[in-house]
């Protein structure tokens, strides 16, 4: 067995079946590998956060195995001991986001039931409306933004982004804003270039004109600082399982103070208060979340934010900057390597889009797999219009690769010094029929 590379002190060990054959006879072949173990280097942090810190296991299996209650629904010491850490994880994510109350941090199944809430709960059915969305966003802002427009509800706007770096223009936000917009949705780093978004000056711009500003964090949150109240965030939605290393199904929607008043329910049920009413409570957090708790999970996402907390933000953001730099540093002006998003580490987190000729995404990702044991993504990450503004959709997208907290600058290294040789090879039409074979094998 090997430990994973990257894992640090949190490995685990993988064992990874015999690779296909590999190499060529005419050319400069990829290296071969007949070994039965290789390591593996995750590299999909934009797609959920791994290895988790050892405390966020701990915390789990201390739930699991000695409370094991629901919260709100007994009086006994383990309920009321999972009530009491709920409300931990509530006052972290506060202390974390700046937040004016924890009673304002609503927990969620994710990012995606988080955005659900903020954009569905802020639509009048009798009032159409006008929203106002980008180019940059994820389908978990498109898709209910469309699904509303398809019922006649609002009237979207998707502000172009600048191809050459995925950023959006402020301006440009200032620009579509009319009488009638409902609110202005962003994602505040993309999942697909990394680059993050001015919420803070188009934040402003919100206030200004009274209009809801929904901020979508999930590639930012953990990542890189956020104010909520400096920027000017009338609703955060993020998930708890990617840079807030908590596991998958929780997330969690901040909302500003006073923002309840006009952001209306779209699930109602059980609470544990107010049990005489047949009808939701209107107090925070009660109001938005029915049903038992997912406390196993949200017991996890504290553990998972007081590390973040104890790393630092500022520094956890720093360390990731070095790492990009040096990916960027070691993958530009490569021959027949692109890679895509803005060359400033400031305005970028570590998700980096690359493309190289002669390969499409789903092959580059089975080869960085296959030679290197390198974890990637390929596809069009659920941004389609993202990729259709930095001209790859009609390739299929590119192939992904993000940062996590536990990555070293050897690691990063070591996926430059891969991407760099099959650039190289492919030049070359080194990878043979056998990859091809395995490729289509692992497509069909």
Known sequence: ????????????????????????????????????????????????????????????????????????????????????????????????????????????????????????????????????????????????????????????????????????????????????????????????????????????????????????????????????????????????????????????????PGIEKILKTIREGGTGSLSEHDVQPDFLPDKYEPGSHNAIGIIGLGAGVQWVLSQGIEKLAAEEAKLSRAFIDGVDKVTGLSWYGPRQVKQRVGVFSVAIDGLDPQELAAVLESHYGILSRAGIHCAPLMHRAIGSAARGGTTRLSFGPFLSARDINFAVDALVEIAATTSQGAVDSCDQQKISKTMG
Not at 18 to 25: A, C, D, E, M, Q
Not at 83 to 103: D, K, V, Y
Not at 181 to 188: D, E, N, P, Y
Not at 238 to 255: E, M, S, V
């Open 1 to 256: 067995m090997v430990f994973l590379v990257g894992a640090s002190d949190s490995a685990i060990q993988i064992a990874m079946p015999v690779p296909y054959r590999i190499g060529s006879t005419e050319g400069r072949a990829i290296p071969r590998i007949d070994r039965y173990f290789m390591k593996r280097l995750y590299l999909d942090n934009a797609a959920t956060s791994f290895p988790k810190p050892r405390e966020v296991l701990e915390a789990m299996t201390r739930y699991a195995t000695e409370l094991g209650a629901s919260a709100g629904r007994g009086a006994y010491h383990e309920a009321v001991q999972t009530g009491a850490l709920i409300a931990e994880c509530r006052r972290r994510l506060c202390q974390l986001f700046h937040g004016e109350s924890p009673q304002h941090f609503i927990f969620t199944l994710n990012c995606s039931d988080a955005l659900n809430l903020a954009i569905k709960g802020l639509v009048d059915p009798q009032r159409k409306g006008h929203a106002i969305c980008t180019h940059a966003d994820h389908n978990s802002i498109l898709r209910p933004v469309n699904a509303l427009a398809e019922r006649g509800w609002i009237e979207p706007t998707r502000v172009a982004v600048d191809p050459a770096t995925g950023l959006v223009d402020p301006d440009d936000v200032a620009k579509a804003i009319r009488a009638d917009t409902r609110f202005i949705a962003l994602a505040h780093a993309s999942n697909v270039t990394g680059a993050v978004q001015a919420i803070r000056q188009i934040g402003q711009i919100a206030r200004r004109h009274q209009i809801p500003f929904i901020v979508d964090a999930a590639q930012s949150a953990g990542h890189v600082p956020i104010d909520v109240q400096t920027d000017c965030i009338d609703l955060l939605a993020a998930p708890g399982h990617k840079g807030l290393l908590g596991p998958l199904g929780t997330g969690f929607l901040y909302i500003r």
